[in-house]
């Protein structure tokens, strides 16, 4: 198998149009390159300089109550990982900005899309695009008439005389245009990792190396996948020109269709509750209570009853501490109730969207690919639940806070022009949040990770059958 | 002694016989040219002999061996010349001929193949010039190369003159007298009445998968064969 | 001769089940695209309608307030402050919403379709925005100028590309030859059969949607007749490029690469280089407007009372006669405070919008230059700006709503300060939202493609390789 496979690869090396295709492709990753890294640059930039801004901003607050302080409101803003700048994936069309307040949980606001013109909805082509769209091209280019091409030069009778076996040419092929492809993509991931390195001059001690070593090995698979396929439809094809058609309608299909029919259909199976709906639903939901039960007046009137127990007085004013504070919190913590209920709808809907696309991915590796390589980026949906769950979670840190203050220090009920002291603010932490471990992340992706796999056990078994059956008259 | 040896050799695909109790017997060093119309089954005869396709029924036996039973022999002992030769455009003439001999387990130097080629009748300039520049002769002479250079016993070659010029046939006539003379047998299936009648040592005519005919050539003139060969087929 | 060939080829097709499976799949798909815009468009109205609904409701409920309000002898009432009445009625600026969006739906997923028309939220918070999926929205939406523009082209390709080298192949090239007067029209004639062919879904939806939009209101036959005469443009286009690459007379194969390579340039490489380079050009860079904008606000609403009335009068010196009354009443003298807030806010706030309008037409520039490269770009916004889906069709709309804001600023502040009451007239005669889309000029943008179009011309007239 040895010489077979130098010999094509050897034939493959000196084909003029995959010369000049290896060539666009490397001119490609210096343009995506310097791009992504120049991006990637900028947009830690900004993160770190609004943090800093915001963080200034809360800290030089004027002495003044707490309550005030909960709807000035704190920003916080998604952090940008290492690997954003291989995948950026959703990032365009989140918001950038969130706004934390009393009372209320905002949407983010800001995605980058929102100030795109319609022509941004044709794509940009980054790293991660390179690899997931215009790689499989270049395979299907190098691989379409690996076999079939032997029939139609009428070698093949003569290689099998010679005593090649039909085995032996099949892995002798998928061997060859997988080590042309793998030193192709490791060259591209090197000089990219080099430009990273170089121009955004980010500390390489906390460049999460695991998450890209991972990265790498998951599109060695992809290619792996469609090498093995096309491969295999030359061989069973044995006519160039229709194995060409049928690569490239596989191509078509799966990269361009079938990811927009899927999420297509995702919307009318799994539709979302109109907002208007949906807010109507919460703040009744807040006012009558959660299912018809605990409604809101009553609630108040329980809580200050338990409060008057508790300090044994007659009226709120008697109180040794501000009931304002604790009543305010007392409603927060329902208020928080009510939206994990109404909110956790909202996520389920999206997740059964996201999850019809990932059963999809058994079917499609492109999809199965593109979630994946999200995912360990960090640019993808689920990771931007975890920040905003993050936020969340801070949100109600720092509201009670702010009312615990108000209630326990020091100032009394109705006592709205009570403030603290400026040295207090520097006492409330500042938002951060540790990283998704990856297993973790990619838990998410089980039936993604179950599809490539399948799919490699699959067509290597395919490869198998074929070398023992095939008939080459 | 025969050297190979077709016994009720049939193939049936669905209902129809490509090729019906095929009956004949070669010689080692001997010259066997087998005539019929498109389709009378002599390409069938070949697959089958080769071992590209097995047998409906019947036998192929080399050296009283069944191929058969023993399809690791075919590889060994038998080399075959295919009617339209593409080999490998990227390549030179001396690179295909050194791939195909390492895939037959034969390495051989640079020199070595080069004798070759010359053997084949291929002139030194072409030798390192890539195919895609090679008439269709040129690649003939290649694929002969080819043959040569696996040393096997007997060589196949299909309609192997079909579309050669007067001169390129009467050098490849040539090469295949030679060839016999060293001892190789050489199985050839042709339209060429009067090249068979030139070379061979036995002539088969073939229809409808029927072996109908089988003469010895000294016995035969080229006029008479076709005469022949007209009424049989 | 061509009927001949027209009649040959429908012959042909009727006996390949290959090719009318393929034409069945586009069809359908052509369909479900227009299903998708439908869907959306049904969507988006609906929400709208909803908020109008809601608003009339308001309206009527208002009206009532100020028919029955009992003022007091002296001192503005609650009710007749600003920010009371813009609560009690909260105006929705709603932006029209073209049935051609059915076929192009641009960035109507993504834009929002309604935002409040109350003048004291601000740009950054005043929508009302859908739940989204953003990895539906990163995938894109498949409508009837998708297929148009992507899938069409592929249908054609894979009926055309052997049309010529099929009969070199085959051996049949010297009998054409030899039978036919005029082997060059034999070619052109079947080439545009095989066109006609592949135009049966784009006909099917043409007239699918021709049936199913006619009775919307709004509905415009000039606009929905514009936007088929681009798409025709865009699929003659493909005739013209697909004819030269046949002129070269490659083989099946070759020709099958160049023109699936050609579909990947226009449509997929340099558009996504061009969003590339204008991404990396002109960045964007919005998180920090938003958060000083907070501090903005607060350090306007800091100013002393008087710093205010110099504001307020120094906007409007109108309001200086009426001075008097500026220090009576504590609502009025809060409104003074809120106005003079709200006139500096406002002044920032159209700053900010302009400077995104402004780097956005930035962008919108250097994308335009490049449509001399950028065909497929150049179709794609014309036919999102017949659809009133582009995103200065958007805004054109965001512009609508401030403009409106501050007109009902001005007007209640105005009657807050001068007014003695604020009355059901004075309710009834607050200004209301309107606005029509904008009808952009397109055909100068043609220029491009009608340059590619020429090019391709020129090459298949001068190209004298024979067959």
Same mark, same amino acid.
């Given at each position: 198998?040895?010489?077979?496979?130098?010999?094509?690869?050897?034939?493959?090396?000196?084909?003029?149009?995959?010369?000049?295709?290896?060539?666009?492709?490397?001119?490609?990753?210096?343009?995506?390159?310097?791009?992504?890294?120049?991006?990637?640059?900028?947009?830690?930039?900004?993160?770190?300089?609004?943090?800093?801004?915001?963080?200034?901003?809360?800290?030089n607050q004027p002495a003044q109550n707490p309550h005030s302080s909960a709807h000035y409101g704190h920003y916080v803003f998604q952090p940008v990982t290492a690997l954003n700048f291989l995948d950026n994936g959703v990032t365009d069309y989140l918001g950038s900005v969130l706004k934390l307040e009393g009372h209320r949980q905002n949407d983010a606001a800001f995605s980058?899309?929102?100030?795109?013109?319609e022509m941004a909805r044709l794509g940009e082509i980054n790293f991660s695009w390179v690899l997931q769209v215009l790689i499989p091209l270049f395979i299907i280019l190098m691989s379409f008439n690996s076999i079939s091409a032997e029939f139609e030069q009428n070698n093949i009778k003569l290689l099998k005389s010679q005593g090649a076996s039909i085995g032996q040419l099949?892995?002798?092929?998928?061997?060859?245009?997988?080590?042309?492809?793998?030193?192709?993509?490791?060259?591209?991931?090197?000089?990219?990792?080099?430009?990273?390195?170089?121009?955004?001059?980010?500390?390489? @001690?906390?460049?999460?190396?695991?998450?890209?070593?991972?990265?790498?090995?998951?599109?060695?698979?992809?290619?792996?996948?469609?090498?093995?396929?096309?491969?295999?439809?030359?061989?069973?094809?044995?006519?160039?020109?229709?194995?060409?058609?049928?690569?490239?309608?596989f191509w078509v299909f799966s990269i361009i269709i079938l990811p927009k029919l899927i999420y297509s259909t995702s919307r009318i199976i799994y539709p979302y509750p109109s907002k208007q709906e949906f807010t109507k639903t919460l703040n009744e939901s807040r006012k009558k209570g959660i299912d018809g039960h605990d409604p809101m007046d009553q609630r108040a009137k329980?809580?200050?009853?338990?409060?008057?127990?508790?300090?044994?007085?007659?009226?709120?004013?008697?109180?040794?501490?501000?009931?304002?504070?604790?009543?305010?919190?007392?409603?927060?913590?329902?208020?928080?109730?009510?939206?994990?209920?109404?909110?956790?709808?909202?996520?389920?809907?999206?997740?059964?969207?996201?999850?019809?696309?990932?059963?999809?991915?058994?079917?499609?590796?492109?999809?199965?690919?593109?979630?994946?390589?999200?995912?360990?980026?960090?640019?993808?949906?689920?990771?931007?639940?975890?920040?905003?769950?993050?936020?969340?979670?801070?949100?109600?840190?720092?509201?009670?806070?702010?009312?615990?203050?108000?209630?326990?220090?020091?100032?009394?009920?109705?006592?709205?022009?009570?403030?603290?002291?400026?040295?207090?603010? @520097?006492?409330?932490?500042?938002?951060?949040?540790?990283?998704?471990?990856?297993?973790?992340?990619?838990?998410?992706?089980?039936?993604?990770?179950?599809?490539?796999?399948?799919?490699?056990?699959?067509?290597?078994?395919?490869?198998?059958?074929?070398?023992?059956?095939?008939?080459?008259? | 002694?025969?050297?190979?040896?077709?016994?009720?050799?049939?193939?049936?695909? &669905?209902?129809?016989?490509?090729?019906?109790?095929?009956?004949?017997?070669?010689?080692?060093?001997?010259?066997?040219?087998?005539?019929?119309?498109?389709?009378?089954?002599?390409?069938?005869?070949?697959?089958?002999?080769?071992?590209?396709?097995?047998?409906?029924?019947?036998?192929?036996?080399? &050296?009283?061996?069944?191929?058969?039973? &023993?399809?690791?022999?075919?590889?060994?002992?038998?080399?075959?010349?295919?009617?339209?030769?593409?080999?490998?455009?990227?390549?030179?003439?001396?690179?295909?001929?050194?791939?195909?001999?390492?895939?037959?387990?034969?390495?051989?130097?640079?020199?070595?193949?080069?004798?070759?080629?010359?053997?084949?009748?291929?002139?030194?300039? %072409?030798?390192?010039?890539?195919?895609?520049?090679?008439?269709?002769?040129?690649?003939?002479?290649?694929?002969?190369?080819?043959?040569? %250079?696996?040393?096997?016993?007997?060589?196949?070659?299909?309609?192997?003159?079909?579309?050669?010029?007067?001169?390129?046939?009467?050098?490849?006539?040539?090469?295949?007298?030679?060839?016999?003379?060293?001892?190789?047998?050489?199985?050839?299936?042709?339209?060429?009445?009067?090249? %068979?009648?030139?070379?061979?040592?036995?002539?088969?005519?073939?229809?409808?998968?029927?072996?109908?005919?089988?003469?010895?050539?000294?016995?035969?003139?080229?006029?008479?064969?076709?005469?022949?060969?007209?009424?049989?087929? | 001769?061509?009927?001949?060939?027209?009649?040959?080829?429908?012959?042909?097709?009727?006996?390949?089940?290959?090719?009318?499976?393929?034409?069945?799949?586009?069809?359908?798909?052509?369909?479900?695209?227009?299903?998708?815009?439908?869907?959306?468009?049904?969507?988006?109205?609906?929400?709208? #309608?909803?908020?109008?609904?809601?608003?009339?409701?308001?309206?009527?409920?208002?009206?009532?307030?100020?028919?029955?309000?009992?003022?007091?002898?002296?001192?503005?009432?609650?009710?007749?402050?600003?920010?009371?009445?813009?609560?009690?009625?909260?105006?929705?600026?709603?932006?029209?919403?073209?049935?051609?969006?059915?076929?192009?739906?641009?960035?109507?997923?993504?834009?929002?379709?309604?935002?409040?028309?109350?003048?004291?939220?601000?740009?950054?918070?005043?929508?009302?925005?859908?739940?989204?999926?953003?990895?539906?929205?990163?995938?894109?939406?498949? #409508?009837?100028?998708?297929?148009?523009?992507?899938?069409?082209?592929?249908?054609?390709?894979?009926?055309?590309?052997?049309?010529?080298?099929?009969?070199?192949?085959?051996?049949?090239?010297?009998?054409?030859?030899?039978?036919?007067?005029?082997?060059?029209?034999?070619?052109?004639?079947?080439?545009?059969?095989?066109?006609?062919?592949?135009?049966?879904?784009?006909?099917?939806?043409?007239?699918?949607?021709?049936?199913?939009?006619?009775?919307?209101?709004?509905?415009?036959?000039?606009?929905?007749?514009?936007?088929?005469?681009?798409?025709?443009?865009?699929?003659?286009?493909?005739?013209?490029?697909?004819?030269?690459?046949?002129?070269?007379?490659?083989?099946?194969?070759?020709?099958?690469?160049?023109?699936?390579?050609?579909?990947?340039?226009?449509?997929?490489?340099?558009?996504?280089?061009?969003?590339?380079?204008?991404?990396?050009?002109?960045?964007?860079?919005?998180?920090?407007?938003?958060?000083?904008?907070?501090?903005?606000?607060?350090?306007?609403?800091?100013?002393?009372?008087?710093?205010?009335?110099?504001?307020?009068?120094?906007?409007?010196?109108?309001?200086?006669?009426?001075?008097?009354?500026?220090?009576?009443?504590?609502?009025?003298?809060?409104?003074?405070?809120?106005?003079?807030?709200?006139?500096?806010?406002?002044?920032?706030?159209?700053?900010?919008?302009?400077?995104?309008?402004?780097?956005?037409?930035?962008?919108? #520039?250097?994308?335009?230059?490049?449509?001399?490269?950028?065909?497929?770009?150049?179709?794609?916004?014309?036919?999102?700006?017949?659809?009133?889906?582009?995103?200065?069709?958007?805004?054109?709309?965001?512009?609508?709503?401030?403009?409106?804001?501050?007109?009902?600023?001005?007007?209640?502040?105005?009657?807050?300060?001068?007014?003695?009451?604020?009355?059901?007239?004075?309710?009834?005669?607050?200004?209301?939202?309107?606005?029509?889309?904008?009808?952009?000029?397109?055909?100068?943008?043609?220029?491009?493609?009608?340059?590619?179009?020429?090019?391709?011309?020129?090459?298949?007239?001068?190209?004298?390789?024979?067959?």
């Open positions: 198998m040895k010489i077979i496979y130098l010999n094509i690869l050897k034939r493959i090396i000196r084909q003029k149009h995959l010369q000049l295709m290896s060539i666009i492709i490397v001119i490609l990753y210096i343009l995506v390159g310097i791009n992504s890294a120049i991006s990637y640059k900028n947009k830690i930039a900004l993160f770190d300089q609004a943090k800093a801004n915001v963080r200034k901003a809360w800290l980058p899309i929102m100030n795109n013109s099949l892995w002798g092929n998928v061997c060859s245009i997988l080590t042309i492809l793998l030193t192709l993509f490791l060259v591209g991931v090197f000089f990219i990792f080099i430009l990273y390195a170089l121009l955004t001059k980010q500390p390489l @001690n906390t460049f999460p190396f695991s998450d890209f070593l991972i990265w790498i090995s998951t599109y060695m698979v992809y290619f792996f996948i469609l090498i093995l396929f096309s491969v295999i439809i030359s061989a069973l094809v044995k006519v160039s020109k229709l194995s060409f058609l049928i690569l490239l309608s329980q809580f200050n009853d338990s409060l008057l127990l508790k300090y044994n007085v007659k009226s709120l004013d008697e109180l040794p501490i501000n009931a304002d504070g604790l009543i305010m919190q007392a409603d927060e913590d329902y208020a928080n109730k009510v939206y994990d209920k109404h909110f956790s709808d909202i996520r389920t809907v999206t997740n059964n969207q996201n999850q019809l696309a990932s059963i999809i991915s058994i079917i499609n590796p492109f999809l199965a690919i593109k979630n994946i390589s999200m995912t360990i980026a960090q640019s993808d949906y689920n990771s931007n639940m975890i920040f905003l769950s993050e936020a969340e979670q801070y949100r109600r840190y720092l509201i009670k806070e702010l009312n615990t203050k108000m209630a326990y220090g020091g100032s009394k009920t109705g006592e709205w022009d009570w403030s603290v002291d400026v040295s207090y603010w @520097n006492t409330v932490r500042d938002f951060s949040y540790p990283q998704a471990p990856l297993l973790k992340r990619l838990s998410y992706r089980k039936i993604e990770i179950i599809s490539l796999f399948l799919w490699v056990v699959i067509l290597i078994v395919s490869i198998k059958l074929i070398a023992r059956n095939y008939k080459i008259v | 002694m025969s050297l190979l040896q077709a016994i009720e050799l049939s193939k049936q695909y &669905n209902d129809v016989y490509a090729l019906r109790n095929l009956n004949l017997s070669i010689n080692k060093g001997e010259i066997y040219c087998l005539l019929g119309q498109n389709g009378a089954g002599k390409t069938t005869t070949i697959n089958l002999m080769l071992g590209f396709v097995k047998p409906s029924a019947g036998k192929i036996l080399f &050296n009283n061996i069944d191929l058969v039973e &023993n399809p690791s022999l075919i590889n060994k002992h038998f080399a075959y010349i295919p009617e339209v030769v593409h080999l490998y455009g990227s390549l030179t003439g001396i690179e295909n001929l050194e791939f195909f001999s390492k895939i037959a387990g034969n390495h051989y130097a640079k020199n070595e193949l080069v004798n070759f080629l010359n053997e084949a009748g291929l002139q030194e300039s %072409a030798h390192h010039k890539l195919m895609t520049s090679y008439s269709k002769g040129m690649r003939q002479k290649v694929a002969i190369a080819i043959a040569i %250079a696996k040393r096997a016993d007997c060589i196949f070659m299909d309609e192997p003159t079909s579309g050669l010029d007067p001169k390129a046939t009467n050098d490849f006539i040539t090469i295949c007298k030679k060839l016999a003379k060293n001892g190789t047998t050489i199985f050839m299936a042709t339209h060429d009445i009067f090249n %068979a009648v030139n070379v061979a040592n036995t002539i088969g005519i073939m229809r409808e998968g029927i072996l109908v005919n089988s003469i010895d050539s000294k016995s035969i003139t080229a006029t008479a064969l076709e005469k022949l060969y007209l009424e049989t087929i | 001769m061509f009927t001949t060939i027209l009649h040959f080829e429908f012959k042909q097709l009727l006996r390949s089940k290959i090719t009318i499976l393929f034409l069945l799949v586009f069809s359908v798909l052509g369909l479900f695209s227009y299903n998708q815009g439908e869907k959306l468009y049904l969507q988006n109205t609906a929400i709208i #309608d909803s908020l109008i609904q809601k608003q009339s409701q308001q309206y009527l409920n208002t009206l009532n307030l100020y028919d029955t309000i009992k003022y007091p002898p002296q001192g503005k009432l609650g009710e007749e402050t600003p920010y009371m009445i813009s609560y009690l009625y909260q105006v929705v600026c709603d932006k029209k919403i073209s049935p051609l969006s059915i076929l192009t739906i641009g960035q109507n997923d993504v834009y929002e379709i309604a935002k409040s028309g109350r003048f004291g939220i601000n740009i950054f918070t005043n929508s009302y925005t859908e739940f989204k999926n953003p990895e539906q929205l990163q995938i894109g939406n498949i #409508d009837v100028t998708f297929f148009i523009i992507y899938l069409f082209p592929l249908l054609f390709i894979s009926l055309s590309y052997s049309v010529k080298s099929d009969d070199k192949e085959m051996g049949r090239n010297s009998l054409l030859v030899a039978q036919s007067r005029n082997i060059n029209a034999l070619y052109f004639y079947r080439l545009s059969s095989k066109l006609i062919i592949s135009c049966i879904p784009v006909i099917i939806i043409f007239f699918y949607s021709l049936y199913n939009m006619h009775e919307i209101s709004d509905f415009s036959f000039f606009s929905f007749s514009k936007w088929w005469l681009i798409a025709i443009h865009y699929i003659f286009f493909w005739f013209l490029f697909v004819s030269l690459i046949l002129k070269f007379n490659f083989s099946s194969l070759n020709n099958a690469i160049m023109m699936i390579g050609i579909w990947i340039l226009f449509l997929i490489a340099i558009p996504g280089l061009l969003n590339t380079y204008l991404s990396y050009k002109h960045p964007n860079n919005s998180k920090s407007d938003i958060v000083n904008f907070r501090d903005v606000e607060k350090s306007f609403a800091n100013l002393s009372f008087n710093e205010h009335k110099k504001n307020v009068y120094t906007y409007d010196s109108s309001y200086i006669k009426d001075s008097s009354q500026h220090n009576s009443d504590p609502l009025i003298n809060a409104g003074i405070e809120q106005y003079s807030s709200e006139l500096k806010t406002f002044e920032y706030e159209k700053m900010l919008f302009n400077n995104i309008i402004q780097s956005t037409d930035n962008k919108l #520039d250097d994308a335009k230059l490049a449509y001399w490269i950028n065909p497929v770009g150049c179709i794609y916004s014309i036919l999102s700006s017949i659809a009133n889906t582009s995103i200065k069709d958007q805004q054109y709309f965001e512009q609508s709503v401030i403009d409106y804001r501050f007109v009902q600023m001005n007007y209640l502040f105005n009657n807050l300060l001068k007014s003695s009451r604020f009355t059901k007239k004075d309710f009834e005669g607050m200004p209301k939202f309107s606005t029509a889309n904008k009808n952009l000029s397109v055909t100068k943008y043609l220029l491009p493609v009608l340059l590619f179009a020429g090019l391709a011309l020129l090459g298949i007239i001068f190209i004298k390789r024979t067959s």
